[in-house]
């Protein structure tokens, strides 16, 4: 039986506990400083908003991309899809450069950036950032969308990338 002396906060057994709940995975691109950045988000989450439309992810305050990315007017948000699992490594890399390397793109006139392939594309401006302890809570506005719902998206779940049955 479990008792409350069995309960935890300690951070590496709630990362585990986290893992078991899966999350939408996406991409956040733009063009800074005339240079394509990108950084792989795990903690997207839809309909904040419908009026006006808005959605959210999580940053870790120590991350090297968000700083650059939080600069742009104009950011692209690309939901990971089958296509996208073997590629997802190296878009979180800590390697700045080549992250985009293989992968097909376009390019909004705003400077967002969509990988191709993705369910859905979202073009959006940062609303509001909330201090969330060692993260950053990010709503974005969304500007313009586009579906293509042919394609299947990939979910985030124990540590691993896992596509939908269904």
């Not at 940062?126 to 998206?153: F, K, W």
Request: aromatic letters at 6%; glycine letters at 10%; proline letters at 6%.
């Amino acid at each position: 039986m479990t008792t409350p002396e069995d309960f935890t906060t300690d951070p590496d057994d709630m990362r585990r506990a986290f893992s078991g709940f899966p999350s939408g995975v996406a991409a956040i691109s733009a063009r800074v400083g005339g240079e394509p950045a990108v950084m792989i988000v795990s903690s997207f989450a839809v309909g904040i908003s419908y009026r006006p439309p808005m959605v959210s992810f999580a940053v870790q305050q120590t991350s090297t991309t968000w700083p650059a990315l939080s600069c742009a007017g104009t950011l692209g948000v690309s939901v990971l899809g089958e296509e996208h699992g073997d590629k997802t490594r190296q878009l979180a890399s800590r390697a700045k450069e080549n992250r985009l390397a293989g992968l097909g793109t376009h390019e909004e006139d705003s400077g967002a950036i969509f990988l191709d392939g993705a369910p859905v594309w979202l073009e959006g401006a940062v609303e509001h950032v909330y201090p969330a302890g060692d993260h950053e809570i990010v709503v974005l506005r969304v500007l313009a969308m586009l579906t293509h719902e042919d394609r299947s998206p990939v979910v985030w779940h124990r540590q691993r990338l896992r596509t939908l049955v269904g």
